[in-house]
């Protein structure tokens, strides 16, 4: 539970602090609980927190998912994502990166990620926008368990981000990221989320969205490669 008050605090100082108001935040929220024959309880949540000038635009993301199966623990993840753009010209811009998640059922007691990249804005339109980056990033990560206590390798990631307000009241979006080891090319991961939303008012939203993350060498190998999340959450923007 401290995580989320941790994203809810984080979310609320953006809003105060913002006096000229813009910060546009964007909050997720997700809870499921099941009895009977099987008895689940899943929370997730996620936020994103985007601040945009002429040359220089800020980005902020967060992310957690806690689920029970009949009493034990099967998933605990949070991650934490920043980015800073600068633009170079028209389209183009460069970007600094930095990253924390923890996922211990893939393995990871934590992964800490950043570097420099440049990325283009394929689409730039009020109703559509279509983003693609490359990046050089640094690794560490830190094992739960396995012969290797930790290890730090260079990657290279490929991002593509598309949005699209195909009414008033709907929107659709879709991101995938394809990371591979500069050391070790089988060392990859494939990771996709999309989902559509749908406004109920001006501040609040229904959402469903559905996430893959792929690895292909988890650090054990009774670890599954493939993760997959289907959730609705209750949304607000800000």
Do not use: C
């Not at 949540?45 to 957690?64: C, I």
């Not at 440049?118 to 396995?146: A, H, P, Q, T």
């Not at 080891?181 to 559509?196: A, V």
């Amino acid at each position: 539970m401290f995580r989320y008050i941790y994203l809810i605090l984080l979310v609320l100082t953006f809003t105060v602090f913002s006096e000229e108001k813009k910060w546009e935040v964007h909050i997720e929220f997700a809870y499921v609980k099941t009895s009977g024959n099987t008895q689940t309880d899943t929370m997730a949540s996620k936020f994103n927190a985007d601040y945009e000038l002429d040359k220089n635009r800020f980005y902020l993301k967060g992310e957690t998912l806690y689920k029970k199966d009949d009493g034990k623990e099967s998933a605990n993840k949070v991650i934490t994502d920043g980015r800073w753009e600068r633009v170079i010209h028209d389209d183009l811009f460069g970007f600094l990166n930095i990253r924390y998640e923890m996922d211990k059922f893939s393995g990871y007691e934590y992964r800490i990620s950043g570097g420099p990249g440049v990325g283009y804005d394929i689409i730039e339109r009020d109703d559509m926008n279509l983003k693609s980056l490359i990046s050089v990033i640094n690794y560490y990560d830190r094992f739960v368990d396995g012969e290797r206590k930790s290890d730090s390798y260079s990657s290279s990631k490929v991002e593509l981000y598309f949005d699209w307000d195909i009414r008033e009241d709907l929107k659709y979006r879709f991101d995938i990221n394809y990371i591979v080891s500069l050391r070790d090319n089988q060392n990859y991961f494939l990771n996709g989320e999309t989902g559509f939303e749908i406004k109920l008012n001006s501040v609040l939203s229904m959402g469903v969205s559905y996430k893959v993350n792929y690895q292909n060498k988890p650090p054990d190998p009774d670890i599954k490669r493939t993760d997959t999340t289907l959730l609705t959450s209750v949304i607000f923007d800000f």
